[in-house]
């Protein structure tokens, strides 16, 4: 059997036993170091998918693998009916990086971290709550109401309510839907799966002083730009002094473990008490484990300016190249969106793959990148002078 056999066998028998709801399987992955993965083949790719803004340290980062290997041999799992470690100093660290006191609930994955979100909304005796268009919050029926998506959403109507989804950027449309009745806005900082559309300069700031004035909830979901992404770690503090009062978290936190996390401040970190909410698995150790991993290294490899400097070497590349298909780059940071001049963002993601890089369509006009915050200039520059041949293939 040749490799490529094995390749086919591999995507046929995903397709046998897993429920059809992702379309289309790409390459089988077998390995992965840095920003390179390799296929069953042995083929080489260089990621700029980075597992849907999850590889924040790239694949196995010797600091995510020791941090990993030493707690599983320890103490792989206690339950929330035990304290552990881990889980108190990620705890302790998530809060020192936003520079005021508050409280976190651990959960495994995105979607979960907005359920909790919801629930602390829930808490304030209100029910009504306010998000954006286009919006992606998650797929559970919580967050999927919060999700601004109809396609996502339809299918599953009736789902918790009441959400009034507002044009995402609008300030006037904000104020006009936040009632004293609002529990809470949930927004993002820049929304990721609609196509890496940044808010507008000044819309926080506004959102805040809204829910300010009505006693409500600013809930931002940083679920895909928090962890250094955009250069900050967390994106929302591009804006000086905004002080949301909830935070929520996963893709990049655990560097590859999935891990969730829902901070809250002030008040709102007191809404949910004693058997309010819960999760098994949340504040797993190793999880945990990971999850400072991945802060301790993106501090002491002083990432966050990098972030920077490569996101803006990336855009640079992308703009100067003037081709016709690229109409702009958008986003922040490593967390960038090349919206396209024709619908043809899965064709360009094909060609980029038999290129030699994975990338990410995101609808059908805009192509993702989020490569490791680790991706190095050469692997910028790489994909910069392949991308005419990849664009016009
Ligand atoms: C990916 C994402 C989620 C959902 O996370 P999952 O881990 O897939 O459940 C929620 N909010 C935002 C902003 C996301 O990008």
């Known amino acids: 059997m040749t490799a490529e056999d094995s390749a086919v066998s591999l995507a046929d028998r995903w397709s046998a036993v897993m429920m059809n709801t992702y379309g289309t399987p790409r390459p089988a992955l077998v390995r992965g ?36 290997t030493a707690q599983v041999s320890r103490l792989g799992h206690v339950s929330n009916l035990f304290v552990s470690e881990p889980a108190v100093a990620l705890a302790e660290r998530l809060s020192a990086l936003f520079g005021r006191p508050g409280r976190v609930f651990f959960a495994n994955s995105g979607t979960e971290a907005v359920e909790a979100a919801f629930k602390i909304a829930r808490r304030t005796g209100r029910t009504h709550m306010v998000a954006a268009e286009q919006g992606f919050h998650g797929r559970t029926m919580g967050a999927l109401a919060l999700t601004g998506q109809a396609a996502k959403r339809d299918a ?160 640079r590349g992308i703009e100067e190249l003037r081709h016709p298909l690229v109409r702009e780059v958008r986003g922040a940071g490593l967390l960038l969106g090349v919206g396209l001049a024709e619908p043809v963002a899965a064709r360009v993601q094909r060609a980029a793959q038999d290129a030699g890089f994975l990338v990410t369509a995101t609808g059908t006009s805009t192509v993702r990148l989020a490569p490791a915050l680790t991706v190095m200039e050469e692997e910028i520059a790489a994909l910069v002078k392949e991308l005419p041949g990849i664009l016009g293939a």
């Open 33 to 68: 170091e840095g920003s390179t993965v390799w296929d069953e083949s042995g083929r080489a790719y260089t990621d700029f998918t980075g597992g849907i803004a999850v590889n924040t340290l790239g694949h196995a980062h010797p600091a995510v693998v020791e941090a990993v």
């Open 156 to 315: 599953f109507l009736p789902l918790p309510g009441e959400v009034t989804h507002v044009p995402f950027g609008d300030v006037e449309a904000l104020r006009g839907a936040v009632t004293e009745d609002t529990a809470a806005v949930v927004l993002e900082p820049v929304q990721g799966e609609a196509g890496v559309v940044p808010a507008p300069q000044g819309y926080l700031r506004a959102a805040r002083e809204i829910t300010h004035a009505t006693g409500t909830l600013l809930v931002l979901d940083e679920v895909q730009t928090g962890i250094g992404r955009t250069g900050h770690w967390f994106a929302h503090q591009s804006v000086p002094g905004l002080a949301p009062d909830v935070v929520t978290l996963a893709k990049g936190l655990g560097g590859g473990l999935p891990i969730g996390a829902t901070l809250a401040f002030g008040k709102a970190a007191d809404l949910l008490g004693p058997g309010d909410h819960g999760s098994t698995f949340g504040g797993n150790p190793v999880a945990c484990a990971a999850g400072l991993a991945v802060l301790e290294t993106v501090e002491a490899e002083n990432l966050l300016p990098q972030v920077v400097l490569k996101g803006a070497e990336l855009r």
